[in-house]
């Protein structure tokens, strides 16, 4: 039996036909080496066939997911394992199929009987089931061996190549005899590193070649396995005066038997490096549509053909240089750590090349009504673009349930030489809420800065006709963002390599300004080019710094002033153009703390760490929170804004090793005077089952002479912030009304209001019980309880 068409497994099935019985030993096998878990195991038949396995495992204690593709093999299993219990039978196919009837919470023990060699994708597929398996669990094939079976039969076997490639990756393999049956137990991560390899030197004096990346309709690239050991992309060197397009698409038909029309294939990127010292010069093909059966034409070349799974490209073990280089030009970052090789992209007028597994769809949907149901994105427009842009194409090289996460989870990019995170894919309900207060209208024209494609893709979907303009700093980002745009998007967004603080280049800005901007990356400061090039009455919305606590304002321009409209608590990576500011520290203590002063100067510490090892002073505030109703977000922003001398203290020893009561690599809001400071933390006061039981109280700490009046400045301030800010919904707090003005407005054009100076700009913070006008941080000596308002 050598089927390959599922009509035969159909017929084969209702012809009354079985395959070999579960034998004796292999029953003793499974039984000594995968035993149940204490407690109960769930297992994984996968190719179920009759369910005989099934009903043993059943038996074992297991509650076992019996699935086949063919609908005649599940009918049969159910009428005849119709007492047995603990069996869920599904027609499913698990090469081809959406997850989605399979467990979620994975799989202590998946079984593969007498099925593997008839799998097409083997690598891609045995990496899916691993990823499903439990801590402790194992993935067992069972099947012959070509040494002990008929030449006629080969095509149901596995060679000793083949059976050491389904180990390749599995931290544990243990190979065990049933009966002349190979019985494998594979367990630990099915993970192997991608190592980018060569092939043994040529005696050629110049190597020129082109290399084919064509997916499959579900977005997968296609690999083979040569028998050099290596996965490679169809390919090889030109013939004559041959161009690279043609020899891709020849070397495509002969490698792999898929056929595609010279007008499909577009050189996307030429490749220089050397082979061994020999100059090499390889084109990137992407070819865009083919038709055709994939055979192995070369069966002395290549092992076999597979399409892969883009994000499992970074554990696919060795891959031929050139090719994992070709992969890198496509989808930039989907193998991380490949050697340097100088790229020539080309900019060719290529259409997008659809293509997505039934699983994209399903979990996209799930992540826009995760956020709509949150109450992040109440409009159509925005609803639409979270159903309609394909998220996961913009993230390659992370899983679909990653990409799709709807929670807070944003999908890291890349990251700086100390491991910080410089790009991302951020939380969909954050996109969602900034696009949201955008307001934009069909043919909106709108500014980005900091790219990654998604977004923009996003905006580009919700203002309709409009386009987007995005700019990046990082020629890496803008190099990926411009291939993902143009493997999967609109055709109206726009990718740009420069600083984004100076605005869109000019003949990108257009007449009036853009009807929108919106900044993707923590800002200290508001660029005078995004004032700018905003168009009277349009809204920015960017993540700004303020006390080094960042909020996503949205701002509408009248005039020269930004007026602050709504406030979104959140996070985003940082500035790494002109206005990026490293954060002013001050170490204390050997390391032990530190003073962070995210705006203005350091202040003066001399006799700080001797105040630090007195007596600590202590002022309970009287104010609570309980578990039900913990957020103190806008206590934060309060205390910036309106106390002078603000920084924030982080701990680095756990609070049993050092003098604050600070959880370690934890900060809290802090105050300096004179060889003085006070912090605030909260201190749990009542303890329960529920969350409403819990309760914290806010504490001062104080060390120094003028401990006890920061302490009670500090304190007044949490006292005026319960009775004038907060709320008991957590989403009802009160925000200041906020204007943001250009630098060098004098004070007596700013309104009234706790001002923060920035480089660029002068903030003026208007807070509910508070009055005045504070055009500069108070000084030390000024008289505290001064700054408290009607506290």
């Given at each position: 039996m050598t089927y390959t068409a599922r009509d035969e497994w159909e017929q084969h099935y209702s012809d009354g036909k079985n395959f070999r019985q579960l034998g004796e030993r292999e029953r003793e096998l499974l039984a000594e080496h995968t035993p149940v878990p204490h407690g109960g195991g769930r297992a994984l038949d996968a190719g179920c066939g009759t369910g005989e396995l099934a009903a043993y495992l059943a038996g074992l204690g297991y509650r076992v997911d019996a699935v086949d593709f063919a609908e005649s093999a599940?009918?049969?299993?159910?009428?005849?394992?119709?007492?047995?219990?603990?069996?869920?039978?599904?027609?499913?196919?698990?090469?081809?199929?959406?997850?989605?009837?399979?467990?979620?919470?994975?799989?202590?023990?998946?079984?593969?009987?007498?099925?593997?060699p008839f799998v097409r994708d083997r690598g891609r597929v045995v990496h899916a089931l691993g990823e499903r398996l439990r801590r402790g669990g194992a993935l067992v094939i069972i099947t012959p061996v070509a040494e002990t079976t008929p030449e006629e039969r080969r095509g149901i076997a596995l060679d000793e190549d083949e059976i050491a490639l389904v180990g390749a990756g599995w931290e544990r393999v243990e190979r065990l005899d049933a009966d002349g049956l190979a019985f494998l137990v594979l367990r630990g991560p099915c993970h192997?590193?991608?190592?980018?390899?060569?092939?043994?030197?040529?005696?050629?004096?110049?190597?020129?070649?082109?290399?084919?990346?064509?997916?499959?309709?579900?977005?997968?690239?296609?690999?083979?396995?040569?028998?050099?050991?290596?996965?490679?992309?169809?390919?090889?060197?030109?013939?004559?005066?041959?161009?690279?397009?043609?020899?891709?698409?020849?070397?495509?038909?002969?490698?792999?038997?898929?056929?595609?029309?010279?007008?499909?294939?577009?050189?996307?990127?030429?490749?220089?490096?050397?082979?061994?010292?020999?100059?090499?010069?390889?084109?990137?093909?992407?070819?865009?549509?083919?038709?055709?059966?994939?055979?192995?034409?070369?069966?002395?070349?290549?092992?076999?053909?597979?399409?892969?799974?883009?994000?499992?490209?970074?554990?696919?073990?060795?891959?031929?240089?050139?090719?994992?280089?070709?992969?890198?030009?496509?989808?930039?970052?989907?193998?991380?750590?490949?050697?340097?090789?100088?790229?020539y992209p080309l900019a060719v007028d290529r259409p997008p090349v659809p293509g997505e597994p039934a699983e994209a769809v399903r979990l996209r949907r799930a992540m826009a009504q995760t956020v709509i149901d949150g109450g992040w994105a109440p409009s159509e427009p925005v609803q639409r673009a979270l159903r309609t842009v394909p998220r996961h194409r913009f993230a390659p090289e992370v899983s679909l349930a990653d990409a799709y996460d709807g929670g807070d989870r944003a999908v890291v990019t890349r990251r700086d030489e100390?491991?910080?995170?410089?790009?991302?894919?951020?939380?969909?309900?954050?996109?969602?809420?900034?696009?949201?207060?955008?307001?934009?209208?069909?043919?909106?024209?709108?500014?980005?800065?900091?790219?990654?494609?998604?977004?923009?893709?996003?905006?580009?979907h919700v203002a309709s006709a409009g386009r987007?303009?995005?700019?990046?700093?990082?020629?890496?980002?803008?190099?990926?963002?411009?291939?993902?745009?143009?493997?999967?998007?609109?055709?109206?967004?726009?990718?740009?390599?420069?600083?984004?603080?100076?605005?869109?280049?000019?003949?990108?800005?257009?007449?009036?300004?853009?009807?929108?901007?919106?900044?993707?990356?923590?800002?200290?400061?508001?660029?005078?080019?995004?004032?700018?090039?905003?168009?009277?009455?349009?809204?920015?919305?960017?993540?700004?710094?303020m006390g080094?606590?960042?909020?996503?304002?949205?701002?509408?321009?009248?005039?020269e002033v930004l007026h602050a409209r709504h406030f979104t608590y959140c996070g985003f990576v940082r500035d790494q153009g002109r206005q990026a500011r490293p954060v002013p520290v001050v170490p204390l203590l050997d390391g032990a703390l530190t003073l962070r002063f995210y705006d203005g100067a350091t202040a003066g510490t001399e006799g700080l760490e001797k105040a630090l090892r007195e007596l600590r002073h202590e002022v309970a505030t009287g104010v609570t929170m309980d578990g039900a109703n913990s957020y103190f977000g806008s206590l934060q922003l309060y205390a910036a804004t309106t106390l002078p001398n603000f920084c924030r203290l982080v701990a680095h020893q756990d609070p049993a090793e050092g003098v604050t009561d600070i959880a370690k690599d934890r900060d809290a809001p802090a105050i300096l005077g004179d060889a003085s400071l006070a912090y605030l933390i909260h201190i749990q006061t009542k303890d329960g089952d529920r969350p409403e039981d819990k309760q914290w109280?806010?504490?001062?700490?104080?060390?120094?002479?003028?401990?006890?009046?920061?302490?009670?400045?500090?304190?007044?301030?949490?006292?005026?912030?319960?009775?004038?800010?907060?709320?008991?919904?957590?989403?009802?707090?009160?925000?200041?009304?906020?204007?943001?003005?250009?630098?060098?407005?004098?004070?007596?054009?700013?309104?009234?209001?706790?001002?923060?100076?920035?480089?660029?700009?002068?903030?003026?913070?208007?807070?509910?019980?508070?009055?005045?006008?504070?055009?500069?941080?108070?000084?030390?000596?000024?008289?505290?309880?001064?700054?408290?308002?009607?506290?």
């Open positions: 599940i009918t049969r299993a159910r009428e005849e394992h119709a007492e047995v219990e603990g069996v869920r039978w599904l027609q499913f196919d698990i090469e081809r199929d959406d997850p989605a009837p399979l467990h979620e919470d994975g799989y202590d023990l998946v079984a593969m009987r007498l099925m593997y192997t590193d991608t190592r980018a390899v060569e092939k043994r030197p040529t005696t050629a004096h110049a190597l020129t070649g082109a290399l084919a990346v064509i997916t499959d309709d579900a977005g997968r690239v296609l690999l083979g396995r040569s028998r050099r050991g290596m996965l490679e992309l169809p390919g090889g060197k030109t013939r004559g005066a041959e161009d690279f397009a043609a020899a891709a698409v020849r070397e495509l038909a002969e490698e792999t038997g898929l056929i595609a029309d010279p007008a499909d294939a577009h050189v996307v990127s030429m490749l220089v490096d050397d082979s061994h010292g020999t100059p090499r010069l390889m084109a990137v093909v992407r070819i865009t549509a083919w038709t055709g059966t994939l055979a192995n034409p070369e069966e002395d070349k290549f092992a076999r053909w597979e399409f892969f799974d883009l994000h499992a490209l970074a554990c696919a073990g060795d891959v031929f240089l050139p090719a994992a280089s070709a992969l890198d030009a496509v989808w930039p970052g989907v193998i991380p750590d490949l050697p340097p090789v100088v790229s100390t491991g910080t995170a410089i790009s991302s894919v951020s939380a969909a309900w954050l996109q969602a809420d900034m696009i949201e207060h955008l307001r934009l209208e069909p043919g909106a024209i709108v500014f980005e800065a900091g790219s990654g494609g998604y977004n923009a893709e996003l905006i580009a987007v303009v995005t700019v990046d700093i990082d020629p890496w980002v803008v190099r990926r963002t411009r291939q993902f745009l143009t493997e999967a998007g609109s055709g109206r967004v726009t990718a740009v390599e420069a600083d984004a603080a100076l605005g869109a280049p000019a003949h990108l800005v257009p007449r009036g300004g853009f009807d929108a901007s919106m900044i993707t990356y923590n800002c200290w400061d508001i660029a005078p080019a995004w004032r700018e090039q905003l168009a009277e009455g349009g809204r920015l919305v960017l993540p700004l710094e080094g606590y960042t909020r996503a304002v949205t701002f509408e321009r009248r005039g109280e806010w504490t001062v700490h104080a060390f120094g002479e003028q401990g006890p009046e920061l302490a009670e400045q500090l304190a007044a301030t949490v006292r005026a912030w319960d009775r004038h800010i907060r709320a008991d919904d957590n989403d009802k707090h009160t925000d200041p009304v906020l204007t943001v003005h250009p630098a060098g407005t004098p004070d007596d054009l700013l309104p009234t209001g706790e001002v923060l100076d920035k480089a660029s700009s002068r903030l003026v913070f208007r807070w509910p019980g508070r009055h005045g006008h504070l055009p500069a941080p108070a000084r030390p000596t000024d008289t505290i309880t001064a700054t408290a308002g009607d506290a």
